[in-house]
């Protein structure tokens, strides 16, 4: 299980990178924590579906690209 979250994590933080934002500003646009994106990005969170989707509207990608297609 830890493992799954370790590879969203990941790919967020692949695309937030790509986007050129900062924890604080994805944290902005999703209207989340900065500390909660921190802890997603490095698989310490168990994220649920719901912020997830919240997380790829941030991003402007399909949630499936967060769960590897």
């Known amino acids: 299980m830890a493992e799954i979250n370790k590879e969203i994590g990941s790919r ?3 695309y937030r990178n790509k986007l050129g934002l900062s924890q604080e ?5 999703a209207n989340l924590h900065r500390a909660y ?3 997603i990005e490095r698989g310490e969170k168990n994220i649920g579906v719901q912020n997830l989707q919240i997380i790829a509207k941030a991003l402007k990608i399909k949630i499936s690209k967060l769960l590897g297609e």
């Open 37 to 39: 994106i921190d802890q």
């Open 12 to 14: 967020i933080r692949q």
């Open 25 to 29: 500003e994805l944290a902005h646009e």
